[in-house]
């Protein structure tokens, strides 16, 4: 009887995608929002390397979106978001509002949860800067979503935002914001059970110059919004 439950146990978390073992987590400025992430993703004990291309995902000229969980569906959500962007685009002549995007996003996500419960579950931040200035938004795997100063997912979460209480300060400048970032990052090399040992770092705004650095532990990318 005992192992039956364990199968079924194992069978369960395994059509959720697994723990959000993964790490992410985003800050607000006065006219940028950044995100930062682990590159790398796990499922059970066993530990996926990645380039970090798919850790922080550009969706439109104004919106950048990193999730936590199965990475499989972060794909396909952010193909989906960013098809659907690039079509309203064009249909409308103009880019989809940040706060439109950031409800497009919850109920998407929602919607997946309510139709097939075997959808494995993702948390996603979503960044977006636009006339209206700069957002983070949010949202967990049930849909319910939340406009935020300073987020985080995974693990790691709580880690994270015990800095930012205390270190987040609306004023916070690019550089500022960065330093803080790897503060964060590097706090959690240090304490995290399972080692951070990539992330990746970018900076939305609207008009920062296009930008790449590459460090021994992270990478910085300084976006444009087009």
Known sequence: MLQRLLAIAALAHARRGGDFTGVNFGIRGEDFVLLAAETGHRKGPLQYAADGSGAIRRVDAGAVLSCVGHQGEADDLAAFLRESLTAYRLDAGRSCPAKAIAHFLRREIADRRRTDGNTPELRALLGTVDAEG???????????????SYGAHGVGAPLVLGLLDEAYAPALTRDEA??????????????????????????????????ATQTATSRVFALRRA
Do not use: K
């Open 134 to 148: 700069a957002a983070l938004t949010w949202v967990d795997e049930s849909g319910a979503r939340a406009d935020l």
């Open 178 to 211: 960065i330093d803080l970032a790897r503060t964060c990052l590097d706090v959690l090399r240090r304490r995290y059970a399972l080692a951070v040992d990539a992330a990746r770092i970018v900076v939305l705004a609207a008009t920062a110059r296009r930008d």
